[in-house]
């Protein structure tokens, strides 16, 4: 099994900056494609982005593309959720999924899910 935990949420002004962290653990032997999905409240989960096993590809939600930044870290198994230029409506639960495919993390059907690490935008 893989646990997936997140971090970096919080409380912050529109405009404003944060880093989301994404760390796996557990059977982390192979390297996971991973990804951000979020959940606003009353609204459906939708994708945000995600990168590739190797870090060579990465893929946006139209709505963030130009402000938010998928990387990957230095230790294995480990994203970055880069969020710049925050709007009120980036207002979610954010959570990160991990797949050994990169199509199904894009799908949103990822093996592995954390419990979500939460960003408030105030306007």
């Known amino acids: 099994q893989v646990q997936l935990v997140e971090s970096g949420g919080g409380l912050v002004q529109a405009g404003g900056s944060l880093r989301l962290s994404c760390a796996a653990s557990?059977?982390?032997?192979?390297?996971?494609?991973m990804g951000w999905f979020r959940q606003a409240p009353g609204k459906e989960r939708e994708f945000v982005a995600a990168?590739?096993?190797?870090?060579?590809?990465?893929d946006y939600a139209d709505s963030v593309k130009g402000r938010f930044t998928i990387s990957r870290g230095n230790a294995k198994n480990t994203v970055y959720l880069q969020m710049n230029s925050l709007k009120p409506e980036d207002t979610a639960l954010y959570y990160c999924?991990?797949?050994?495919?990169?199509?199904?993390?894009?799908?949103?059907?990822?093996?592995?899910w954390g419990q979500g690490t939460q960003v408030t935008v105030s306007s």
């Open positions: 999924t991990a797949s050994v495919s990169r199509a199904v993390v894009l799908a949103g059907s990822g093996d592995y």
């Open positions: 557990g059977r982390t032997s192979s390297n996971y494609a």
């Open positions: 990168i590739s096993r190797t870090g060579g590809s990465t």
